[in-house]
């Protein structure tokens, strides 16, 4: 949990800036680049409420990193992990020389969405953010816009599903609906990491996330 991990660096006395400036990513990835091996750029950080203007910083660190790596009339290899960006931003953010977007719904369930990402369904909504997300996929291409899952919070007690085949069928059924629409599911493991809301939560049987993983190939192949 970043911003209990970081309130508690601060506590302890700790001088670490979370932030990075453009300038000095461009200047990491150039590093790497040179190195010989890397060529996949993933960029993330965090939310703004105006989406907009978080876009524009977006925009600012890809210019910077395709300049310092020499590859200002290149595509990058990667994709940004933002917050849905209305059709407009998302048209200026693939100008800006990026391959691919995702747009985390971290849920599936539209009461459960409310719940563990509150944050989210105040300034987006579950629709705007699925609608951005099917009309990403006209611009970036069907397999480049991508949606993540923190899968098992779905179980958390008390309001989750009490059984893992009701959470599996939720979270199946709506990894297909985004496939049928051209979008990639895919799933980050939830852990009840100290400092966090659902610090005291039960985490599901490692069995869950088996079968959602073999559940999430099946359809990856059907689709």
Request: glycine share 10%.
């Amino acid at each position: 949990n970043m911003n209990y991990n970081a309130q508690h660096q601060v506590e302890i006395g700790v001088d670490k800036k979370i932030g990075k400036m453009a300038k000095q990513v461009g200047e990491a990835a150039a590093a790497a680049f040179k190195e010989g091996n890397v060529r996949h750029v993933t960029i993330t950080g965090g939310a703004l409420n105006n989406r907009t203007t978080e876009c524009n910083l977006y925009i600012k660190f890809l210019e910077e990193i395709r300049k310092q790596t020499g590859h200002e009339h290149d595509v990058l290899w990667g994709e940004v992990i933002s917050q849905a960006f209305e059709p407009e931003d998302a048209e200026r953010l693939k100008k800006a020389g990026i391959q691919a977007v995702c747009w985390n719904l971290e849920v599936w369930d539209p009461k459960l969405f409310e719940l563990i990402v509150p944050g989210k369904a105040r300034t987006v909504g579950r629709e705007n953010w699925l609608r951005c997300l099917r009309e990403a996929v006209g611009i970036f291409g069907r397999g480049n816009v991508c949606s993540s899952f923190v899968s098992g919070s779905e179980m958390a007690q008390p309001e989750g599903f009490k059984t893992m085949g009701e959470a599996l069928e939720s979270t199946l059924g709506g990894f297909e609906r985004l496939l049928q629409d051209g979008i990639v599911p895919r799933f980050n493991m939830w852990s009840n990491v100290v400092g966090s809301a659902y610090a005291d939560r039960q985490i599901p049987p490692t069995e869950y996330w088996l079968r959602l993983g073999q559940g999430r190939h099946n359809l990856m192949l059907k689709y």
